[in-house]
């Protein structure tokens, strides 16, 4: 085993001290490079193990999303703020704003009033807006709508089964934008300004 190094692990030696007496010496271990750079590279590799597995997970999941662009919308229903079940599929025929958000996400909250406001502007032409809590209370979101009045429908996805399952979300918020047919037209991540008029115009367009 003493083969791996290239000194001796420890060397202790003999010696006569002034009074005759046996002194024990040991000399300092030293250990080769390769050594510290083995283990340099096995902590560094150890601390990159979550972001890795991190980022795995968020490439996989935005894969699983894009390949839902092109297809039918899954269909699904969940209760909203009263208890009454919503269904997506009664909205056949409208172009659907499906968002899935969540009251202690701050650009979810960021979004909605300029939401709302689209909301208002394209209702009468046949824009539907579904905005999917993520919340596990229903209390705390109707406290929020409280504060934060919403013209549109809410409902509740506290297993998250239709977010995670389903659509796939691996953020919030997440947006996506269902044509007349049923068909989902395109995907949004994070916090968008709806009342840009390249928004306006792309759902203008499907109407």
Known sequence: MLKLFKYPVSEVS???SEHGTEAFKKKSVIYPQNIYLMLSIFCVLYSMLPLLYS?????DSSYNIEKLVGQRAPD???KDLEGKPVNLSSFKGKVVLLNFWATWCPPCKA???SMNKLYQQ???RGLVIIAVSTDRSVSVIKEFTKNNPLDF???IDS???VSRSLYKVFMLPTTFIID??????GRYFGEQDWTDKNFISEIEALL
């Open 111 to 113: 979004e909605l009033p």
């Open 55 to 59: 980022n795995a997970f968020v490439q």
């Open 14 to 16: 003999n010696q006569k």
């Open 153 to 155: 429908i809410i409902v």
């Open 122 to 124: 394209l209702k009468n």
């Open 76 to 78: 699904f229903t969940l």
């Open 180 to 185: 007349k047919r049923g068909i989902i037209s």
């Open 159 to 161: 297993d998250l089964r």
